[in-house]
């Protein structure tokens, strides 16, 4: 079958999953031959954390995003691999499925290890061994993924090490920190922006590693976004703007902390009005902002990261946070809170 | 009668207060059970089959139990149409019972939500380059 002059599978081959992730090893390890290895180590939530790139080309679009996690550790943890085609001149393997079993949310039919990004041409790998990761062109890595890479690894990593990757944000004062889950658009990010330019601590605007054991939440990421027009309520931020595009500026939020004791779950919401007010709210209302935007949105969670967040629901104060327009009234309601929780 | 199961590589669900969320994490849409369906719900994990779970749901709301199974069975279907339960016809149905029950009988109902449903388009392939993955769209200028 042929479309634009191009062959491609109508149909499957059969290969295991495992067969097609070792074939996808090996494609890293011959793109390592071809640039040479430029590695990072890390810790993430306590654990050895390390990044190995195929040349400098992807390494110097995706390992700055985290660049404040403690350097060193020994031992096994998680290690993903990754490589691009452009500057390697490696492909990865000809996949063994046909053009028929991409699915929705990047899956791809037979092979739940697997994601495939297609509008970004994004291969990433699951496996206890290292998660890999292939781009067609570290050029063309959209800004979201530099700004959160390995997503889907670091989430199926964290349930495999009984953490949960949940979609909020997370800021606190002196140590201590709230949970801000919701979906896109619900202002968790500019909250916890907001939050950053007015001296509490920052520890994620979009994705938060949690530590059920003893309630503690990391910074997975060093890096958030703002859109242009925040700016003018939040001009301090100009300072820690690393690059803009498209009228979206990713920034180094200032106060950024890797690790907190979390104490509360704040829920927030757009109110429309110049100021903020806060109110106890139920568990209930917290897992229905946790739980779906965390597993529906791909970060690898499961079952239990869905009994995590119910539990940590019914562990915790929870909050409805009707968001004003007015900064200074968010980022102080965010210190009421916090004081309310401990 | 037979029983039900969720699927647990496919299935999420938890239950707080009286109400219950599942999320098919297959494909990615998500669910809430409210009160009776909470309810029923959580009888149908114990293992209860559908006339076990009308029976409970009759005798604590003292209910018409014809108007209950009718009920259950609708609810068990869309359940099964949503991919949140499978039959299981080898299994013996449990005797389940009712730990607490929400006040008031209503027909017992499966309510979607769709609000991230954007999520689930997949980008079209229109064709795939000589290693034999999708060729990226063209950047826009």
């Known amino acids: 079958m042929t479309q634009a002059g191009r062959s491609f599978r109508s149909s499957r081959i059969e290969m295991t999953p495992a067969a097609f992730a070792s074939e996808v090893a090996d494609a890293f390890a011959g793109a390592v031959q071809v640039t040479g290895l430029v590695q990072y180590d890390h810790q993430l939530a306590g654990r050895p954390f390390r990044l190995r790139f195929a040349g400098a080309s992807l390494a110097d679009r995706l390992a700055p995003a985290f660049a404040h996690l403690p350097c060193g550790g020994t031992g096994n943890g998680l290690r993903i691999d990754a490589w691009d085609r452009a500057s390697t001149g490696v492909p990865a393997p000809r996949p063994p499925w046909g053009i028929g079993d991409y699915l929705p949310r990047e899956r791809i039919r037979g092979f739940d290890d697997l994601r495939y990004d297609v509008g970004n041409g994004l291969l990433s790998v699951d496996r206890p061994a290292g998660g890999l990761l292939h781009a067609l062109d570290a050029a063309r890595v959209p800004r979201w993924v530099v700004r959160m890479p390995f997503r889907h690894l670091l989430g199926s990593w964290a349930t495999r090490e009984r953490l949960a990757l949940v979609h909020a944000a997370a800021v606190g004062v002196d140590g201590v920190c709230l949970l801000l889950p919701g979906t896109s658009g619900s202002g968790k990010s500019t909250t916890a922006l907001t939050a950053a330019a007015y001296g509490l601590d920052f520890l994620a605007d979009d994705l938060c590693l949690l530590d059920p054991a003893g309630l503690t939440a990391y910074a997975p990421y060093a890096l958030a976004k703002l859109e242009e027009d925040a700016f003018e309520r939040l001009p301090s931020l100009r300072d820690a703007v690393l690059s803009t595009e498209g009228g979206q500026s990713m920034i180094l939020p200032p106060g950024l902390r890797t690790s907190s004791r979390l104490v509360g779950i704040a829920v927030p919401r757009v109110a429309g009005t110049v100021g903020t007010t806060w109110s106890r709210s139920t568990p209930r209302e917290a897992l229905h902002a946790m739980a779906p935007s965390t597993l529906i949105e791909g970060n690898g969670g499961s079952a239990a990261t869905m009994e995590f967040m119910r539990e940590l629901g019914e562990a915790l104060p929870c909050f409805d946070l009707a968001l004003g327009t007015d900064p200074a009234g968010v980022a102080e309601n965010l210190r009421e809170l916090v004081a309310a929780c401990i | ?141």
């Open chain 2, 1 to 141: 009668m037979s029983r039900f199961t969720a699927p647990t590589q496919r299935v999420a669900h938890e239950r707080v207060e009286d109400e219950v969320i599942a999320i098919n994490l297959a494909t990615g849409t998500y669910f809430s059970l409210v009160g009776s369906a909470a309810d029923a719900w959580s009888l149908l994990i114990d293992g209860a089959d559908v006339e076990g779970v009308s029976a409970a749901l009759s005798n604590a709301h003292g209910v018409d139990s014809t108007v209950v199974v009718a009920d259950v069975k609708i609810l068990v279907d869309d359940l099964i149409d949503a991919g949140l339960l499978v039959q299981d016809s080898d299994a013996i149905a449990l005797h389940a019972t009712l730990s607490t029950v929400t006040s008031g009988y209503l027909a017992p109902t499966l309510e979607k939500y769709d609000d991230m449903e954007e999520l689930l388009l997949l980008d079209p392939i229109h064709e795939v380059d000589d290693a034999g993955w999708p060729v990226l769209p063209v950047e826009p200028h």
